[in-house]
């Protein structure tokens, strides 16, 4: 079954930098858009990022464009998050998902703050 592991999460400053990394299974990696999603407390989850299967088309909220990159790694079936310049309200925890696919990780917390 799909199976999504997310790492990277922390506690960091405002102003600082973090990267998430997912690693997939279960599925052909290689086939399928990835997105990466956030959720903060009492708001809903949210799409951040999504990159196609060949790194071709990537897509980012307004709120993260120009701070956040998404790439990935289809022989590691790996799919990563960079983020710098964090500001606070990106404090979330954080979830990579296979776009066509059920099924989330367990996400990672990522809290910004002084």
């Known amino acids: 079954q799909v199976q999504l592991v997310e790492s990277g999460g922390g506690l960091v400053q405002p102003g600082g930098s973090l990267s998430l990394s997912c690693a997939a299974s279960?599925?052909?990696?290689?086939?399928?858009?990835m997105r990466w999603y956030r959720q903060a407390p009492g708001k809903e989850r949210e799409l951040v990022a999504s990159?196609?299967?060949?790194?071709?088309?990537?897509n980012y909220a307004d709120s993260v464009k120009g701070r956040f990159t998404i790439f990935r790694d289809n022989a590691k079936e790996t799919v990563y998050l960079r983020m710098n310049s964090l500001k606070p309200e990106d404090t979330a925890v954080y979830y990579c998902?296979?776009?066509?696919?059920?099924?989330w990780g367990q996400g990672t917390q990522v809290t910004v703050s002084s």
């Open positions: 998902k296979a776009f066509g696919l059920s099924g």
């Open positions: 990159i196609s299967s060949s790194s071709i088309i990537i």
């Open positions: 279960g599925f052909t990696f290689g086939n399928y858009n």
